[in-house]
Nanobody, 119 residues
Framework: QVQLLESGPGLVKPWQTLSLTCTVSGASITATTYFWSWIRQPPGKGLEWIGHVNYMGHTAYSPSLKSRASIFRETGKNQFILELASVAPEDTAVYYC???????????WGKGIPVTVSS
């Protein structure tokens, strides 16, 4: 079965860059049709899609985060990475990685990693 695991710092300071890693097992991130996404949920709020990278390495981002977000693959490690620049307290959230088999229903999810932005 496909499993995803988020890792990275739980606390970052304002203006720093947040870097999170999603490690995938049970499927190759280069396998045809797969899309690999980052989603976040601020406290008391709904899910917000950040962006994705697909099996070919092509990316797409939420318009509200496009200027600050970057998603890329480490194919040799079967990982994909989120970098979110110039973070602010409003970026505090639980961050999830997820996989989709090109049918838009986010088939696989990690458990999430809480990230707090604070000085």
């Amino acid at each position: 079965q496909v499993q995803l695991l988020e890792s990275g710092p739980g606390l970052v300071k304002p203006w720093q860059t947040l870097s999170l890693t999603c490690t995938v097992s049970g499927a190759s991130i280069t396998a045809t049709t797969y899309f690999w996404s980052w989603i976040r949920q601020p406290p008391g709020k709904g899910l917000e899609w950040i962006g994705h990278v697909n099996y070919m390495g092509h990316t797409a981002y939420s318009p509200s985060l496009k200027s600050r977000a970057s998603i890329f693959r480490e194919t040799g490690k079967n990982q994909f990475i989120l970098e979110l620049a110039s973070v602010a307290p409003e970026d505090t959230a639980v961050y999830y990685c997820a996989g989709d088999e090109a049918d838009f229903d986010m088939d696989y999810w990690g458990k999430g990693i809480p990230v707090t932005v604070s000085s």
